[in-house]
């Protein structure tokens, strides 16, 4: 019932630049936090950037200034929009996201989430 899509990911030269969606449907609940997380093989997921529906948002210290999550104004796409890109960004970005009462809890933790994308990978060389 729930859909989300990830697109945008690619290949990259370090201090390039990468903008990913997630396309959202199905999801009815007025108030939530939606997240993007990453992760490369062999490590865990990690929260990323989040957006909660009272205008709040968070990111992690590594893509602080870098990294930005606007939301389109029909509520239906969220972006990830991505500068001055490092090799260590390199990995699947996932979208998640779950119904709180508008804010997100930092730092963000993958049980909360109840709906996923399947992922896009970025590669940053």
């Known amino acids: 019932h729930v859909q989300l899509v990830e697109s945008g990911g690619g290949s990259v030269q370090a201090g390039g630049s990468l903008r990913l969606s997630c396309v959202v449907s199905?999801?009815?609940?007025?108030?939530?936090?939606m997240s993007w997380f990453r992760q490369d093989p062999g490590k865990e997921r990690e929260g990323v950037a989040a957006l909660g529906s009272d205008g709040s948002t968070a990111y992690v210290d590594s893509v602080k200034g870098r990294f930005t999550a606007p939301k389109d104004n029909g509520k239906t796409i969220l972006y990830l929009e991505m500068v001055s890109l490092k090799p260590e960004d390199t990995a699947t970005y996932y979208c998640?996201?779950?119904?709180?009462?508008?804010?997100?809890?930092?730092?963000?933790?993958?049980?909360?989430?109840?709906?996923w994308g399947q992922g896009t990978q970025v590669t940053v060389s």
């Open positions: 199905g999801f009815t609940y007025r108030t939530y936090c």
């Open positions: 998640a996201v779950r119904p709180t009462g508008g804010y997100c809890f930092w730092p963000l933790r993958v049980v909360d989430f109840p709906y």
